[in-house]
């Protein structure tokens, strides 16, 4: 599994990519985490507003830091 | 001050087109890129939120506010939307701005006129 948080590294991105971070751990599961910073390449999601959080190509979240619960329902 | 985009700042503002094949669609496709390069809103992509990219609809859903502008009385843009399960945007048709199908070319002043209404619907 491969999950990208996008953001510039705001408050709220890092809060992002910490809650991320602590679900995959709290679900044991094997996922790769990565941090994009870029514009251009969070533009080509589709992304206009960060933080936000795509899993395996596919946008879950944009605007908002996501709870736990939100990414533990993803990670299912 | 830098590009930061983050929801610790304003979300973004779209305008959608239908930009449609008729001179109505011409038209509002015209206005919502003209209005997108004035700053006041970004125009967005009608046929991502039609093909469910997931990036498309989730930073819409995050949008501060959506306008979206029909050529004709078809109401394509509006009814994509509502499609793809939005709600509460506001809308503009170009009928009822008096500009009607197959009479209306993409003249400046047919675009300034519903520049003008995008604009008033982004200050509702």
Redesign the interface.
């Known amino acids: 599994m491969k999950i990208l948080v996008m953001?510039?590294g705001?408050?709220?991105?890092e809060q992002t990519e910490k809650t991320v971070r602590d679900a995959v751990a709290e679900a044991g599961i094997a996922a790769d985490i990565e941090k994009v910073k870029d514009?251009q390449e969070i533009a080509k999601?589709?992304?206009?507003?960060?933080?936000?959080v795509?899993i395996d190509g596919?946008?879950?979240?944009?605007?908002?830091?996501p709870s736990k619960k939100d990414v533990l329902d993803w990670l299912k | 001050m830098s590009n930061c985009a983050c929801s610790c700042q304003a979300a973004p503002k779209f305008v959608f087109s239908c930009s449609g094949a008729a001179d109505v669609g011409e038209v509002a496709d015209q206005a919502a890129r003209a209005v997108s390069r004035e700053g006041a809103a970004k125009m967005f992509c009608l046929a991502g939120i039609g093909g469910k990219v997931s990036g498309i609809v989730k930073s819409t859903e995050a949008a501060e506010k959506v306008v979206a502008i029909d050529g004709c009385p078809l109401n394509c843009a509006r009814k994509t939307l509502e499609e793809a399960g939005f709600t509460g945007f506001e809308h503009i048709q170009l009928d009822a701005l008096g500009l009607k199908k197959g009479e209306s070319p993409a003249t400046p002043e047919n675009i300034q006129t519903v520049m003008r209404a995008v604009t008033e619907a982004f200050s509702k």
Not at chain 1, 10 to 13: G, H, R, S, V, Y
Not at chain 1, 45 to 52: N, Q, V
Not at chain 1, 58 to 65: D, I
């Open positions: 953001g510039p705001c408050p709220k991105c514009f999601y589709g992304i206009f507003s960060t933080p936000a795509v596919e946008v879950k979240v944009v605007g908002r830091a």
